[in-house]
């Protein structure tokens, strides 16, 4: 458990085929369901402070306690993600801690003297900010709000996981707007 930011609550991994990720991870090492969203809805999103549409598609399962998200950039909208793929690398990019007071932890961080990068929103009270904070790949420090239906959604993909029979492996994205 991180001191400063409490447990690692996901593992977010950039890969070139989202597809074939979501298949190793539910063939060979039986984590999932995967829940699937081809075009997530990014709102607000900035890089480096300038305003962006991405088109990013990401699947969602937990292992355990811990959810791995799997993402694949779609276009050539500048992120975290396209720096990561162009300096040659795919895995394990960032590790995402989870808060329902938002604003106070990213005050808090800020002030510890974290720099934020990208940050966005996806869905009401569900914003997200990167932190420039790769020392080596996989470091990055995503801050990522839960209080609303983006939570709701989060513990649902838990509970899917728990007992998973190896049924149905990549199921949609629940409707945020009914969570």
Do not use: C
């Not at 991870?25 to 990014?42: A, D, M, Q, R």
């Not at 793929?85 to 800020?110: E, K």
């Amino acid at each position: 458990m991180s001191r400063f930011l409490g447990e690692i609550r996901q593992l977010g991994y950039v890969v070139h085929d989202i597809e074939a990720a979501m298949d190793y991870w539910s063939t060979t090492l039986g984590v999932g369901p995967w829940f699937y969203n081809p075009k997530v809805p990014i709102k607000n999103y900035r890089y480096n402070g300038e305003a962006h549409e991405p088109h990013n598609s990401v699947a969602l399962a937990n292992s355990g306690y811990v959810q791995v998200e799997l993402i694949q950039t779609r276009n050539d909208v500048p992120s975290m993600y396209r720096d990561f793929l162009q300096a040659g690398r795919t895995g394990l990019q960032h590790v995402a801690y989870w808060t329902a007071d938002y604003d106070a932890d990213l005050a808090r961080l800020t002030a510890q003297g974290f720099k934020p990068v990208m940050s966005g929103e996806v869905g009401e009270r569900g914003r997200f900010i990167y932190f420039d904070t790769e020392y080596h790949p996989g470091t990055v420090i995503e801050l990522s709000e839960v209080a609303g239906p983006k939570g709701k959604m989060f513990d649902l993909i838990r509970s899917a996981s728990e007992g998973w029979d190896g049924s149905e492996p990549v199921r949609p994205f629940p409707d945020l707007s009914k969570l």
